[in-house]
């Protein structure tokens, strides 16, 4: 008696969770969405952020 392979190879969804292209992407926007706010704080006060944050 043989098996039978199944010809059709599934279409899993991508994991949103761990070291993926997904999380990497969504690391990289946030990164320079965060960015952007920094040095659109330091343009707005005139100051740093580490001194707008009373840190320096």
Not at 33 to 49: A, D, R, S, W
Request: glycine content about 10%.
């Amino acid at each position: 008696m043989t098996q039978l392979q199944p010809t059709v190879t599934p279409k899993l969804e991508q994991p949103k969770f761990g070291f993926n292209d997904y999380a990497e992407r969504l690391n990289g926007r946030a990164a320079m969405i965060g960015f952007l706010l920094m040095v659109i704080i330091e343009y707005v006060t005139g100051k740093g952020v580490l001194s707008w944050l009373g840190l320096q």
